[in-house]
């Protein structure tokens, strides 16, 4: 506990030193979230339904880093709506593949560390991993849809006769820059924190069989892959939402140059 309070102190003076008025609020949204996920976890272990938990504790996560993460509303509205998009996207393409890939409860891996529990607790596992799912996907929706949409914005004041077309070039370059380096970061992380289990499988002389189709694997792989794809729909999503606000504000733009010459 003393090393966890230490490094969150540094974090925060770090953060408001670097970041100012805007890192202070980025941190305290990063305390917000953490008690947002605590509230979560008491809900669902009290019997509340954990996909309708999760879905509000989604939505409200997605609230607090977006709009406490950047000042500019323009790009922040469009930013959420993409990510509500992408979050009702995902919970359409999650609740299936989760039941069909068969990954909730502990894996064999873990029966050592939990034997002295009695996983009788009354909650169905198959929606905690559901659950699960969902909440890993909001970070990086997230950052995505913020980075692309300032991006874009920022574009948009630099040149605010620039068309539909060039946006879209302009967001899939960004996009692509996004892309690459939140895999690098999913992987590497998902590399990093399972670095224990791979040494054993490696201990174990397990083959590449038994490694795909192991549990704890599958479903690790599986949480990549779902903010991987989540990454990509809110860049599209957001790309979209923003040509068309851009085509709105064009048009607007330009009735009120013609009645003004009327």
Known sequence: M???????????????IFGGKQGTS???SVLLNFGILFVTVILISSGFPPLLVSLFAGICI??????MGNNDDRSTNI?????????VVMII???????????????????????????LIGINFEKLAISTAI???????????????SGLQEIIDQNPDITKKKLYQSGSNIGSQIMGMTFNTLFFGMFGSDLALFVLLAKVHAGIGYCINAKIFVSECM??????????CVIVITTFLMARRLEKQQKAAAKAKKQESN
């Open 2 to 16: 003393p090393s966890i309070l230490a490094l969150t102190i540094v974090l925060a003076v770090l953060m408001m």
């Open 26 to 28: 980025s941190f305290f």
């Open 62 to 67: 997605l609230a607090t880093t977006i709009y």
């Open 79 to 87: 930013a959420f709506e993409a990510t509500i998009i992408v979050l």
């Open 93 to 119: 393409m999650i609740v299936p593949m989760d039941h069909w890939a068969q990954i909730k409860g502990f894996s064999t891996e873990q029966s050592d560390e939990i034997e002295a529990f009695n996983l």
């Open 135 to 149: 909440l890993s996907t909001l970070g990086a929706i997230s950052e995505a849809a913020i980075a692309i949409s």
């Open 223 to 232: 949480l990549v892959l779902y903010s991987a794809v989540a990454v990509i």
